[in-house]
């Protein structure tokens, strides 16, 4: 059986989210490939929004926010990214038995598509494609039933812009926003990074439409019905209405998944010797990168760094990671008054 395949014409503001959120409201089945004109910032269907991104510089840069009806965490959409969403009735029995089984298997279009535009990626449980040398993240994916539907979505990565991507996310101080910068562009690429030049549009998609042919069989390209470009306006202003974007959510944290095993964390600690903070990469679960910073002392002062090195490798537990800092400290011989190992524990890994 052939699917339909929409590509919308209309692909300004918010409206390439919303396409495949109308097609499930609706119950019509296909696929819609759309790269959007316009940069926007989704958050994941249970996240705080005001606690995982700046709404105040989005508001100065004029980037809008909607809340999308996946989960996940906070996303920077817009030009050179190929969405692909893909809409099928919950009993059709191209949809797998479960969402893992489902990301692994629709995954296999999209990695072919990279393949053919000379980027060889595989499959990361849960839901990462990452560039098969580097393990850097170059797509990720999201899933959920929304209606009587399945939908599965991600989007090929022409370029991305990490910069950009730091500046929306909310951070504490300017300093960690500079460290999540680094970390996003040691962590995700795009195509344009890895072969040092961005692939047209349309080349992109119609690369992405073969290996999807191959996949699902036929598909048959047809206009958008109209009633879907129609709930797709009304969705738009649904997601990111006051009662979307701000309706009380389960999920408030201070950890950003940046890919696969890759975690960004903020901690904070008040301890009798000041309030520590710390900048935690985590790869893994093992401790990639420490930024200690407060109003503490150490002596001597700048032992501190030789702490953070020290930290490197160390399994991101509190008890493993005090274990590993009291360690040092009585090595090393240093002192941070009013701070003990169990104080720098609990700033770095947190619970």
Partial sequence: MSLPLFRPQDRGGCLPIAYFHAMARLGIEGIVIVEPDDVFVSVGYFDDTEAVIDVERCER??????????????????????FYNIVLKRDDSRVPRSVLQAYEEFSKPIVATYSTLGVETIFKPVNDLVVNESRKKISGQGAADIAD???FVGAILREFDAS?????????DEKFRDKLQKTLEDNVTSIGSELGYVP????????????LSKYFGELEQRPLPSEVEELARE??????????????RTRRYDVLRIREGVSFRAGLHKAVGGLIRSQVVVEDEKVREVILTGDF???????????????????FTKESVAAAVQEFIAEAKIEIP?????DLAQAIVGG
């Fill in 61 to 82: 840069l004029g980037i809008p926010i909607l809340r999308r009806e996946i989960g996940g965490g906070p996303v920077l959409l817009g030009p050179g990214q190929v």
């Fill in 149 to 151: 539907t399945f939908c």
């Fill in 164 to 172: 950009l991507m730091a500046q929306v996310i909310k951070v504490p």
């Fill in 200 to 211: 047209a549009n349309k080349l992109v998609e119609d690369r992405l439409i073969d290996e």
């Fill in 235 to 248: 969705i738009v202003e649904e997601l990111q209405s006051e009662n979307a974007l701000y309706a009380p």
């Fill in 297 to 315: 002392t150490c002596l001597p002062k700048d032992r501190l760094a030789d702490l953070e090195s020290a930290l490197y490798g160390v399994s």
């Fill in 338 to 342: 009013g701070v003990s190992a169990n």
